[in-house]
């Protein structure tokens, strides 16, 4: 069975920093073309957040995150991580892991001001 789990959400005020994991149990990373991260805010559409081509490390950002937000991935430890950093209020919201269509479960993440 193939699944995604996310971790590492929590609460922070605003200007801090949470490092977000997304663990794949069932087929290892490498065999995914594109992992990436969305996000949910309460009354919101799910929106795209960052990915990365797993095989050649290339990666895109949604520009509320660029220069902020770091998508990286560990072939070793078949994770993919969010480092986001200067979080805003406005960054809070559910985070889902998703590659080739399949999603985690989420993790929350809330950003006080």
């Known amino acids: 069975q193939v699944r995604l789990v996310e971790s590492g959400g929590g609460l922070v005020q605003a200007g801090g920093s949470l490092r977000l994991s997304c663990a794949a149990s069932g087929r290892p990373f490498t065999w995914y073309e594109m992992v990436g991260w969305y996000r949910q805010a309460p009354g919101k559409e799910q929106e795209f957040v960052a990915r990365?081509?797993?095989?050649?490390?290339?990666?895109h950002y949604a520009d509320p995150v660029k220069g902020r937000f770091t998508i990286s991935r560990d072939n070793a430890k078949n994770t993919v991580t969010l480092q986001m950093n200067s979080l805003k209020p406005e960054d809070t919201a559910i985070y889902y892991c998703?590659?080739?269509?399949?999603r985690g479960q989420g993790t929350q993440v809330t950003v006080s001001s």
């Open positions: 990365i081509a797993y095989n050649n490390g290339i990666t």
């Open positions: 998703s590659a080739n269509g399949i």
